[in-house]
């Protein structure tokens, strides 16, 4: 199921994603995050820190700022601190945020899940 079901209760962890027709091998929510931000780093080395936060009015979700986060995780190679998250949904607005800093449409990222 691509990530425009991010509002559905995952039933199974993600096996693997596929960006930009590239398939990356994934075993937990957090690695879908992790994996996307170092691959967007290589790619836009020159412009990646227009990633700045995700953040609803309630909560945020990641930012450069650890202190903003209640449970912050370092993501390798980058400067970017993310909460871990919770549930699909958290995971789908991270990612879709991300890829709309770079110009990127939601069909070129899918989340595939393991049965």
């Given at each position: 199921?691509?990530?425009?079901?991010?509002?559905?209760k995952p039933r199974s962890?993600?096996?693997?994603?596929?960006?930009?027709?590239?398939?990356?091998?994934?075993s937990t929510w957090l690695d879908v995050v992790r994996q996307l931000l170092?691959?967007?780093?290589?790619?836009?080395?020159?412009?990646?820190h227009q990633i700045l936060s995700v953040r609803t009015p309630?909560?945020?979700?990641?930012?450069?700022?650890?202190?903003?986060?209640?449970?912050?995780?370092?993501?390798?190679?980058t400067d970017i601190y993310v909460e871990r998250p919770s549930n699909v949904s958290q995971i789908g607005l991270i990612c879709l945020r991300c890829l709309q800093q770079?110009?990127?449409?939601?069909?070129?990222?899918?989340?595939i899940q393991s049965d």
């Open positions: 199921s691509g990530i425009g079901t991010r509002h559905r962890a993600p096996a693997a994603f596929v960006f930009c027709g590239s398939r990356y091998q994934v170092q691959i967007l780093r290589e790619r836009h080395a020159a412009d990646f309630q909560k945020v979700f990641f930012s450069r700022d650890q202190h903003v986060l209640r449970r912050p995780e370092l993501i390798s190679g770079f110009g990127y449409r939601e069909s070129e990222f899918q989340v």
